[in-house]
T-cell receptor
Framework: EAGVAQSPRYKIIEKRQSVAFWCNPI?????LYWYQQILGQGPKLLIQ????????DSQLPKDRFSAERLKGVDSTLKIQPAKLEDSAVYLC????????????FGPGTRLTVL | DAKTTQPPSMDCAEGRAANLPCNHS???????VYWYRQIHSQGPQYIIH???NNETNEMASLIITEDRKSSTLILPHATLRDTAVYYC??????????????FGQGTTLQVKP
């Protein structure tokens, strides 16, 4: 069974530029999560999708971050414009459904904002 | 905020059992205890979860106290590849819940030869 795929694995941009990350969850997984992990901290949930609808985006900085999951499969997370404090690893995870237990994480995208 | 408390770091000798404690004194009746680990430069990996009974799988055992206010993850024969940050998380389970995971700082386990 293929795992959660993410791209790119690394990205370096300058502040005020825009960046997008892509995630392909495990086939059949209805729920998709985006997390932000700052160095030395645990992952923090940014947004949760159930199919193509948003379940929880309470921690998403909506003035600069956006995410979509148009067909209920792949998802993209965008930052525009980026700030220095956005430097982090962005993790995508998926599960069969909300409240159904385990989440499977991708390898993450390491973003450096200069 | 995370609802669990873990020691920031622990050491374990290779081949010995690693016992990682977790306090979750405010856990509610419908919350499960989950354990994940994160090896350097990788995404978190699910290990095990439980409600009130002890659980065992091919990776680890989970011991939950009778009052459910604390638990211990046991890696029976730690190897160097078990060096990682281990996260203990409480989360609601079942339909109608979001399954949201709130990660704390975790315990950094260093397995030494």
């Amino acid at each position: 069974e293929a795992g959660v795929a993410q791209s790119p694995r690394y990205k370096i941009i300058e502040k005020r530029q825009s960046v997008a990350f892509w995630c392909n969850p495990i086939s059949g997984h209805a729920t998709l999560y985006w997390y932000q992990q700052i160095l030395g901290q645990g992952p923090k949930l940014l947004i949760q999708f159930q199919n193509n609808g948003v379940v929880d985006d309470s921690q998403l900085p909506k003035d600069r971050f956006s995410a979509e999951r148009l067909k209920g499969v792949d998802s993209t997370l965008k930052i525009q414009p980026a700030k220095l404090e956005d430097s982090a690893v962005y993790l995508c995870a998926s599960s069969l459904g909300p409240g159904l237990g385990t989440q499977y994480f991708g390898p993450g995208t390491r973003l450096t904002v200069l | 905020d995370a609802k669990t408390t873990q020691p920031p770091s622990m050491d374990c000798a290779e081949g010995r059992a690693a016992n990682l404690p977790c306090n979750h004194s405010t856990i509610s009746g419908n919350e499960y205890v989950y354990w994940y680990r994160q090896i350097h430069s990788q995404g978190p990996q699910y290990i095990i979860h439980g409600l009130k009974n002890n659980e065992t799988n091919e990776m680890a055992s989970l011991i939950i106290t009778e009052d459910r206010k604390s638990s211990t993850l046991i890696l029976p024969h730690a190897t160097l590849r078990d060096t990682a940050v281990y996260y203990c998380i409480v989360s609601e389970h079942g339909s109608g819940n979001t399954g949201k995971l709130i990660f704390g700082q975790g315990t950094t386990l260093q397995v030494k030869p």
